[in-house]
């Protein structure tokens, strides 16, 4: 499941994105963010948060860094101002 909601983004990364102008307000961009949370998270969680900030971005928000956090969060990352290293779950079969 988790590869496949990553080759959604993906394919929205390749196909859809360019034909918009770049709007994201935070970095790294939304699509970026997704697939590092599915990474680390796993699908539900990471799609959770990826949903969540797809809200967050919006003309009102001021935007700025917004790395997935280590620990599970719907709300913006406000404490790390570098990447964090990450360890990235496999996905498992079912």
Request: charged share 20%; glycine share 6%.
């Amino acid at each position: 499941m988790q590869n496949l909601l990553i080759k959604i983004v993906r394919g929205y990364q390749r196909f859809i994105s360019p034909l918009f102008p770049p709007s994201c307000r935070y970095y790294p961009t939304c699509s970026t963010y997704t697939i590092h949370a599915l990474k680390v998270h796993g699908s539900m969680k990471g799609s959770l948060m990826g949903v969540a900030r797809i809200l967050r971005c919006h003309p009102f928000v001021r935007g700025g860094i917004d790395y997935v956090p280590i620990k599970f969060s719907l709300k913006r990352n406000q404490v790390d101002q570098e990447e964090p290293r990450y360890t990235y779950r496999k996905h498992s079969h079912y």
